[in-house]
């Protein structure tokens, strides 16, 4: 089992950046994968990007961006840290949500349903 944790979330003008981090606590960080998901007022829960698991190479091949955020952001793990990040740049106002990450034993994927763990969230809000 694993209980996570995400930070970073706040207010930023349009076109600036915030780094999300989401910090696993429990055994075996690096057996999961991770994602990013994120819901604004009134909407769905939407995916955002996701990591693979077990590695560098795994990491890689589970990399996915979701088209309104590909070449915007950047996600990265750090699994001595037990700890994933979303980097956001050249945000926009319709960024604003809670973000979310969750994790994954030994998958990865952009249905939200499949995640078994979840953070509390962190909000975003990007003001024109």
């Known amino acids: 089992q694993v209980q996570l944790v995400e930070s970073g979330g706040g207010l930023v003008q349009a076109g600036g950046s915030l780094r999300l981090s989401c910090t696993a606590s429990g055994r075996a960080f690096s057996n999961y994968g991770m994602g990013w998901f994120r819901q604004a007022s009134g909407k769905e829960r939407e995916f955002v990007a996701s990591?693979?698991?077990?590695?560098?190479?795994?990491?890689?091949?589970?990399?996915v961006y979701a088209d309104s955020v590909k070449g915007r952001f950047t996600v990265s793990r750090d699994n001595a840290k037990n700890t994933v990040y979303l980097q956001m740049d050249s945000l926009k106002p319709e960024d604003t949500a809670v973000y979310y990450c969750a994790a994954k034993w030994l998958g990865v994927g952009t249905d939200p349903n499949t995640y078994s763990y979840w953070g509390q969230g962190t909000q975003v809000t990007v003001s024109s």
């Open positions: 990591i693979g698991w077990s590695g560098i190479r795994w990491s890689d091949i589970g990399i």
